[in-house]
T-cell receptor, first 113, second 116 residues
Framework: DQQVKQNSPSLSVQEGRISILNCDYT??????FLWYKKYPAEGPTFLIS?????DKNEDGRFTVFLNKSAKHLSLHIVPSQPGDSAVYFC????????????FGTGTRLQVTL | NAGVMQNPRHLVRRRGQEARLRCSPM?????VYWYRQLPEEGLKFMVY????????ESGMPKERFSAEFPKEGPSILRIQQVVRGDSAAYFC??????????????FGPGTRLTVL
């Protein structure tokens, strides 16, 4: 049962353009959502998060949008840079009852020159 | 402040052998989490430990897998009688106790286990 889904395994975007990565979840008990970035042979590193009481959180070039009614969140990167090329994982947690993160399967972003 | 340390980074075992994966959390962190990433999949939660206690092991396979986080020393994930299906990247994360809604988990670089 995949509770967090990233339906696009890969995405290619030109440098300077906007990258939009999508994530859907099924568990309505999730109340905190995170995006992690992962380079090959490294562990995931935290990028940005959002609480379910908000619908947008922005940090520099990165913005996360949350649509609770659709159980959908997205990560916008603008402008995209070659160094952004990595695998991006969406993760969710029910902060009230659990400490474990539930991850999506990841989207590989390739930013081309 | 050193990050989460995992060793070994790469581990090769033959079927039937034991694998021991070690994780040293960040300084000041008393919570440890283990996740497994199978090829082409996302990370899947295995177990959550605090010092000397297993808090949540709902993601651990029922047999052959065990985890500990002793009062002194690193957390250990132990896999007995490994099979080819255990080949994966195993990531450890740690967090502190802060009273916030969510205690950020910091990940180590992972141990890549290959079972021949």
């Amino acid at each position: 049962d995949q509770q967090v889904k990233q339906n696009s395994p890969s995405l290619s975007v030109q440098e300077g353009r906007i990258s939009i990565l999508n994530c859907d979840y099924t568990n309505s008990m999730f109340d905190y959502f995170l995006w992690y970035k992962k380079y090959p042979a490294e562990g995931p590193t935290f990028l940005i998060s959002i609480s379910s009481i908000k619908d947008k959180n922005e940090d520099g070039r990165f913005t996360v949008f949350l649509n609770k009614s659709a159980k959908h969140l997205s990560l916008h990167i603008v402008p995209s840079q070659p160094g952004d090329s990595a695998v991006y994982f969406c993760a969710a947690i029910n902060t009230g009852t659990a400490s474990k993160l539930t991850f999506g399967t990841g989207t590989r972003l390739q930013v081309t020159l | 402040n050193a990050g989460v340390m995992q060793n070994p980074r790469h581990l090769v075992r033959r079927r039937g052998q034991e694998a021991r994966l070690r994780c040293s959390p960040m300084k000041g962190h008393s919570h440890v989490y283990w996740y497994r990433q199978l090829p082409e999949e996302g990370l899947k939660f295995m177990v959550y430990l605090q010092k000397e206690n297993i808090i949540d092991e709902s993601g651990m396979p029922k047999e052959r897998f065990s985890a500990e986080f002793p009062k002194e020393g690193p957390s250990i994930l132990r896999i007995q009688q490994v099979v080819r299906g255990d080949s994966a990247a195993y990531f450890c994360a740690s967090s502190e106790t802060s009273g916030r809604l969510y205690n950020e988990q910091f990940f180590g670089p992972g141990t890549r286990l290959t079972v021949l």
